[in-house]
């Protein structure tokens, strides 16, 4: 406990920049695409006039652009100490090599969870009180409070699953830039179909996403055993 407590602290740095870049990208993906599907003349049944789709494509495109950035802290904050000489230096401290492997992972997962959850949250709520003084989409926001639970339970866990899997390859590589690459890789596939699930499956995107957890876990334990296995270069 006494480990995680030093990690999580390391980290409270990252909590507001996350927090700030999370709400900002939210409301402004919302209404982004409210406004598009309020003025979209051509087509008086346009999807973008439903709530629930504009907060699935709102969601799934904050989740692109964090799962990006994010892999890039992850870098800093958990890459950087398992690859190069840093691995080295990493291995020589006073505890368990794969239970410090598990604790930094656990921090920096918590960190970005909590700086996430409160940055959707406070964005969507800005965003309902935006749609009751100025409707933008046809059923009020307000009726969709299940809708925003969901869609923010899935974007924090897809967004970890990728940084996680992002992460885990730039260590097994031994690149942080590997890393990041692999993000994006991901990005461009989970995109579209997340936003396709969220729109019209949502509790089977929910199911999904922590599926996506379950397995990252699973690779983290594995990871962490061939850690504490591993000779120091």
């Known amino acids: 406990m006494e480990y995680f407590n030093y990690e999580f602290s390391r980290m409270k740095k990252i909590l507001l920049p996350i927090g700030l870049t999370t709400g900002g990208l ?16 051509e087509d008086g049944n346009s999807m973008l006039t439903h709530y ?24 800093r904050y ?12 990493t291995y020589l401290l006073p505890i368990s090599r794969k239970e410090l492997f598990y604790t930094k992972t656990k921090a920096f ?8 959850a409160v940055g959707l949250l406070i964005s969507n709520l800005a965003f309902m009180i935006m749609d009751t003084v ?33 992460s885990f ?41 922590v599926a996506l957890i379950v397995i990252a876990t699973m690779i983290c334990i594995s990871m962490g055993n061939e850690i504490d296995k591993s000779e120091a270069l």
């Open 134 to 166: 100025i409707p933008l989409t046809r059923d009020q926001s307000f009726t969709h409070i299940l809708n925003i639970i969901v869609s923010t339970i899935v974007c924090i866990c897809l967004t970890l699953a990728v940084v996680l899997f992002s």
């Open 52 to 75: 629930n789709a504009v907060l699935a494509l709102a969601t799934i495109g904050t989740m692109c652009v964090l799962a990006i950035y994010v892999t890039v802290l992850a870098g």
């Open 109 to 116: 997962s918590a960190s970005i969870s909590l700086a996430m």
């Open 78 to 89: 958990l890459v950087h100490d398992y690859v190069g000489m840093n691995k080295s230096k």
């Open 169 to 209: 390859i730039g260590i097994k590589l031994d690149s942080t830039v590997k890393g990041i690459i692999a993000s994006i890789i991901f990005v461009v596939f989970l995109s579209n179909l997340a936003a396709i699930a969220l729109m019209s499956y949502e509790f089977v995107s929910l199911l999904i996403a």
């Open 26 to 41: 939210q409301l402004l993906f919302l209404s982004f695409f409210a406004i598009v599907g309020k003025f979209d003349t």
